[in-house]
């Protein structure tokens, strides 16, 4: 079996020091331009791999953030973990995804995992049920950055969208346009988001004097499978909705999926979704769109992530975005 290459192997065939080896590969401490250069022409010669790990022992430093995401499979969010990504990659810092599936037993267990790889910061769009374990990982000095949603008595930076409002805005436009049967397919009740979103919609609700019928709320589960259950549950209530609020864009695919699949008109309801829909503009729909800024998102965590890490003192910040009501139809 072949030697695996240390660093005194290194300083051997360099004729240099271990500690000189070590200021090079670290960029730490003076070494003369040609002592560099020699020490470097050795490690790729010698195809040299430095012990990341033994090095962050010895740095306590890791130079590694992991990210926590509810669903890799939804490009809003994959979208956000590829800006987070672009921004920290570019200071030097490794990422580590995870995908919770919106459990937090998994949740748990992911977090668990990052701090035992030793992370230097987490970002999480979380499912507010892991409150005590991220105030502890705080407590151990990890930088903490929540992303997408807010999780009550969690002392984090924040970097999120105004759900309420914007909800309200939009379903008031629909009171407006004299829907009054309109059925909501909102979120899990665990996760603060969905709670913003059928808050700002009930709002609209009360403000106009229109009564939400129990029967035209459907709660899904973010998902395209819970999207395709509210078809079956709203359009079964006498009279049916004439227009549908879906709180994630998910929900709102696998809504258009189920009419279609029980060969309904997808622009017979007028359709409201958190979230844009990429296929929109093949079918016939009566669509709008709560348009989400996931490159905002994600840069934006990824430079206060850093700057977190940089300063681990600076005073706790909290950055909104207010999300714009498109029509696309």
């Not at 029967?215 to 909705?241: N, Q």
């Not at 864009?249 to 999926?257: C, H, I, Q, V, W």
Request: hydrophobic share 40%.
């Amino acid at each position: 079996m072949t030697k695996k290459l240390t660093v005194k192997d290194v300083a051997r065939e360099a004729g240099v020091s271990t500690a000189t080896v070590s200021r090079v590969l670290n960029r730490t401490g003076y070494v003369s331009e040609s002592v560099r250069e020699q020490v470097l022409g050795v490690v790729e010669r010698l195809k040299y791999q430095p012990n990341s790990i033994a090095r962050s022992l010895k740095q306590e430093k890791s130079y590694t953030i992991g990210i926590v995401i509810p669903d890799m499979t939804n490009p809003y969010f994959m979208t956000i973990a590829r800006h987070i990504q672009r921004r920290c990659m570019s200071a030097g810092y490794h990422l580590l995804f995870m995908d919770s599936e919106e459990d937090a037993g998994k949740e748990s267990v992911a977090l668990d995992l990052l701090m035992e790889k030793r992370v230097e910061a987490i970002v999480l769009a979380g499912t507010d049920r892991n409150r005590e374990k991220l105030e502890s990982i705080r407590a151990n000095g990890t930088a903490l950055v929540l992303i997408d949603r807010r999780i009550d008595g969690v002392d984090a930076d924040i970097v999120c969208e105004d759900n309420a409002n914007v909800t309200f805005r939009a379903v008031s436009e629909l009171l407006d346009r004299g829907h009054t049967r309109i059925g909501v397919i909102a979120g899990p009740e665990g996760i603060v988001t969905a709670r913003e979103r059928y808050e700002g919609i009930a709002a609209a609700l009360r403000e106009k004097s229109v009564e939400l019928d129990p029967a035209l709320v459907y709660e899904g589960d973010y998902t395209k499978e819970s999207g395709r259950g509210a078809v079956r549950s709203l359009l079964a209530s006498t009279p049916p909705p004439t227009a549908v609020v879906s709180c994630n864009n998910e929900m709102t695919y696998g809504f258009y999926l189920g009419l279609q699949e029980a060969g309904i008109d997808t622009a017979s309801v007028e359709v409201v979704s958190f979230g844009d829909l990429e296929f929109s503009p093949l079918f016939r729909q009566r669509l709008t769109v709560i348009k989400q800024d996931p490159v905002w998102i994600g840069a934006t965590a990824g430079d206060t992530v850093l700057a977190r890490i940089s300063e681990p003192s600076l005073e706790k910040v909290t950055k909104i975005r207010i999300p714009t009501v498109e029509a696309k139809s």
